[in-house]
């Protein structure tokens, strides 16, 4: 049985975009996470939901594959209203994150898509393989995307946004992102 959309607590009321509760491919805030990849890339990769044998035995969206060159992402609006939401009352996003990937520290950056553009804005990190860590990433860290990279204006306004994407970039490498938790925090 699938619950209505009204059943779905939302993102700034909660702080929680996804704790992995609601069955995959849903969100805690009733969004559905989805997969996708550079269109001109030979990448490969797949998003599925998994039960942590570390973390708690928390469940997880795990994105796996292989990047030849481009991206490939797990993405999700969020609000199921298809309206942005005002994040304006939190300091940032927070994501309990894991990487099983062959390298030692990895790359990945989370992308905000706003009511104001095309573009979205990015945050990066990179992380030590084979343990969780929580990754804090304030507003100010997300920098507005050109064709060419990233720009220096950061996200001054948190108050339109529509799309939060796990992103996993680069060439020839293999790829394993498992996260667990996504919320805003204060």
């Known amino acids: 049985m699938r619950k209505l959309p009204s ?3 939302s993102c700034v009321e909660s702080g929680v975009l996804d704790d ?13 996470w989805v997969g996708k990849s ?13 039960q942590s044998k570390g973390n708690n035995n928390n469940n997880m969206n795990v994105l796996r594959g292989f990047l030849q060159k481009g991206f490939f ?5 969020l609000a199921n209203t298809g309206q942005p939401v005002d994040a304006t009352r939190f ?3 927070e994501l309990q994150v894991l990487t099983n990937g062959p390298e030692d520290a990895c790359p990945f ?4 898509k706003t009511n104001n553009g095309p573009r979205p804005y990015r945050a990066s990190f990179a992380l030590q393989r084979g343990e969780w860590h929580t990754v804090r990433l304030p507003w100010s860290q997300f920098l507005a995307t050109s064709s060419s990279g990233t720009t ?5 306004d948190a108050s339109q946004l529509q799309r939060i ?11 394993h992102l498992a996260l667990s938790n996504l919320r805003f925090y204060k």
């Open 73 to 77: 992402a797990n993405d999700n609006d």
């Open 152 to 156: 220096d204006n950061s996200l001054k």
């Open 20 to 32: 992995m509760t609601e069955a995959f491919p849903f969100s805690t805030c009733g969004t559905k």
């Open 38 to 50: 550079d269109m001109a890339s030979m990448s490969s990769g797949s998003v599925s939901r998994e």
């Open 165 to 175: 994407g796990i992103i996993a970039t680069g060439n020839d490498r293999k790829v």
């Open 109 to 112: 950056h989370v992308d905000l």
């Open 91 to 93: 300091a940032g996003v």
């Open 7 to 9: 059943a779905f607590k």
